[in-house]
């Protein structure tokens, strides 16, 4: 299965390959107290899909910040995403746009199509966090609102990495178990890939 409608989309948000939904849904994580937040501002609280996610990474911080900033490469390191151009110029920054793509498969009320994600950046705090949201469309899906935020802590070994994604839209929402385990696998994917990326390039150094 694809990692991720759109992971996200803006998620958002996503990753996606080509398992079954029931074999790459991710395992059930209690939901937390609070949600994940920069400056202040995080998911959306009303959201009937959500998913979160963490992991240590052996890498820099500013490895791993510059891997998932610079938006222009991620084909180069996530096999979800096939196209991504940055819409303004610079680095990012709060007000940034960018534009990817991401296939995804046919799903019981949802057909097989190819995401055009439109992110704007929110909020971003240099090596701490990242917010953006925006919407994704295709060929008979779309996605209304995602909101993604990503956190960044230098902890003991390496630096924790924290991920939290809503959808929002009535097609997605038709189905919340399934699209759920699909934003799921897409934020595991990206994690996963981030990982590999940031300490294999810390290796050969």
Known sequence: MPAGLVTALLATTVAVSAASPAAAAPTGRPA???????????????????????????????TIWNLQTDVERWPAWQQAVTSSKLLTKGKLRPGSQFRWTTPVPETATTPATTLVITS??????????????????????????????????????????????????????????????????????????????????????
């Open 32 to 62: 937390p107290a609070s949600s994940l937040t920069c400056a202040g501002q995080g998911v959306d609280p009303s959201a009937k899909i959500r998913y979160r996610t963490e992991t240590v990474i052996n890498a820099p911080l500013d």
């Open 120 to 205: 704007t950046v929110q909020q971003l705090k240099q090596h701490q966090c990242l917010r953006w949201t925006g919407p994704a469309t295709g060929d008979g899906l779309t996605i209304d609102k995602g909101t993604h935020v990503w956190n960044f802590t230098e902890v003991r070994g390496g630096v924790l990495v924290r991920t939290e994604e809503t959808w929002n839209g009535a097609q997605v929402e038709a189905d919340i178990p399934t699209s759920t385990a699909y934003l799921g696998a897409g934020l595991e994917a990206w994690l996963t890939e981030l990982t590999t990326t940031a300490e294999k390039a810390t290796c050969q150094r």
